[in-house]
Structures are given as C-alpha cells and as structure tokens.
C-alpha cells in the first residue's frame, strides 16, 4: 500500500523513520530475497507482527550486501494511521516508544531499530538523502584481529603507511566518473562526489577509513579501500589509484576486499523544508538517466542521482 503522494503519507497512511543498525554477519544483505534471512525482510516481518498488519514495504538509504553492518542506516515505512495508534494499547507510552520496545521484544539480537519518529512532511528514506557516510576498518596486526572485533575487521598481512594511502586518496576526491572502482549496472551512472576519503589509526592500532560521498555505485568503496591497501603496503605507487579512475575500466590490480570490514554509520539529509525538493531533484536525474541509457545515448549522471543497485547505496 502505498501513499498518493510518495513523499508523505495521506488517506489514512502515516509515513514513518526508522533509524536502523545491525551486524550483517549472518544477513544476505538488505534487499528482500526469496529463501533467504535478509534485513529487509526481517524488518519487515517484524513490522507486521507488530502493527499486525500485512508486512509493510520498508524503503532504504542504503541497500547494504551480504556481510556489511550498519550503525546509521535509515529507512522508511508507510503504515495505517489507526494501527499506529493502537501500538501503544492500554499503556501511557507514545506511539514512537511502545513500538520501539515491542521491535526489540520480537527482533533477533542482530537487529536493532534504535530509533522510530513520524517522518516530516517530503522526506523520503533514499532520494531525500545527500550524503552517506561509511567506514572501513583494517588490522595489519601480525596476530591477526583481536577475535572481539573479528566480523567487523579485515586483516591485511603487511604493514600500513597511512601517510602514503591517504596522499594516494587526495587524488579521488571530488566528482568523477567511478566506473574503474564500480561493477557496473544497466541504466545506473557511475558518476558520483567523492567527499571524505580519510585513513586515521585508532588507539587499539586498526586503520580506520572514513569515506563520504552523495551516493555510492556497486563495490566502489570496497574496491577504492583494495586499492589503498596495496598502496599502503608499497606494492603500487601513490598516483597508482589516480591513475586507475582516469582510465575508466576496471583494473585486475583492484581486490574488492570483503564485505565484513565495512559498515555504513551515517546518512545525511538536508532541512526538513528541502526534503520534498531534494527527492523531485533524485528522482528526476535518475529518470533522466535510465531514458538516456534506454535509447542508447551517454548520460554524464549527476550528484542527485541515486542508484538502483546494491550498495550505492551500499558498497
């Protein structure tokens, strides 16, 4: 069931946010799939156990694959106004604290909604997002890992000089096209604003990337993180990366490292009052697009775009 507006809730739909984290260890990523534990559908089931309704169609700012966390992920969900104000029952709670206590009364400790508000007006879980912000972790420790941090860290077995990486992610800052770091989609630019990609070590010794951008196409911070790695541990020189965007085509140099180290922490979203613009902006690029792929013409993308894919949402 969906709204008449798709950016708000009307006639008898109330549009909600939900503020998500969950380890992906044992998820076959984000997106709903047949037969398989995902954390869409999880969610989903649980939705509806809850409002006991249908389960309801949760749309997300970021489609995460099989093994990547998350810690600030964000979606929506468009679910009948009078079951929402029944959650509570005969209890003195809000609606927003009696479903957050029965979700985590029904949800595997692997899941967590964390947070639950009535969306404002426009706002729209994926095309209303600017920014998405994920982290990769690695341990170049020689013993491996600490087994605490082990679904959540990738061991790489040589040393890394984060001065070298870092001056090795200068050269991919900006808007470029990403298709040398992407595995490519049918209809979906590979254009995208790389704003933050930043290496730091934390005081237990594993190397922490922050990286930031509008959008993220399929693989591209995963292979971005690959190639760092080899810079890092002085296997390619420090323009090897700059080099490897410029050519365009994927490089079999590029490991796409494992899922397991990465975790999305954050999605950004302008002033409520430019919600419903930053939606119309999103959706009429990526219409714009997907009808220039169809009649076989180059699109040059933009920064509103949003893709369609696992991860670029995810990566």
Aim: hydrophobic residues 40%; charged residues 25%; contains cysteine.
């Amino acid at each position: 069931m969906q709204p008449a507006d798709p950016t708000r809730g009307v006639g008898g739909l109330l549009r909600l946010r939900l503020d998500v984290g969950y380890d992906g260890t044992a998820f076959s990523g984000w997106a709903a799939q047949p037969g398989q534990r995902t954390v869409q559908g999880v969610l989903e089931e649980a939705l509806g156990r809850v409002l006991r309704v249908e389960p309801p169609r949760l749309t997300v700012a970021g489609r995460t694959d099989a093994g990547v966390h998350a810690r600030g992920q964000v979606c929506h969900v468009d679910v009948d106004a009078s079951a929402w104000r029944s959650v509570p029952g005969r209890s003195a709670r809000s609606p927003e604290s009696a479903l957050l206590r029965r979700l985590a009364g029904v949800l595997d400790p692997d899941v967590r909604v964390h947070a639950v508000r009535v969306a404002p007006d426009g706002f729209d879980a994926r095309f209303s997002a600017v920014w998405r912000r994920y982290r990769y972790r690695v341990s170049d420790a020689v013993y491996r890992p600490d087994p605490l941090v082990r679904a959540s860290v990738l061991w790489h077995d040589r040393p890394l000089d984060l001065d070298a990486m870092n001056a090795a992610a200068a050269g991919l800052l900006g808007e470029h096209d990403f298709a040398a770091f992407c595995r490519p989609r049918e209809g979906a630019t590979t254009v995208r604003e790389l704003r933050t990609l930043h290496w730091e070590r934390g005081t237990d010794g594993i190397a922490v990337a922050t990286v930031e951008a509008d959008a993220f196409c399929h693989n591209q911070v995963r292979a971005m993180v690959g190639a760092m790695l080899v810079v890092g541990d002085g296997r390619r020189p420090v323009d090897w990366p700059a080099r490897v965007l410029a050519a365009g085509v994927r490089d079999s140099g590029v490991t796409v490292v494992g899922a397991h180290g990465l975790t999305l922490e954050a999605v950004g979203y302008p002033p409520d009052d430019e919600l419903a613009e930053r939606a119309r902006t999103a959706r009429n690029v990526r219409s714009i697009h997907r009808s220039s792929a169809a009649a076989g013409h180059d699109h040059p993308g933009g920064v509103g775009e949003i893709p369609d894919g696992k991860d670029g949402q995810s990566t």
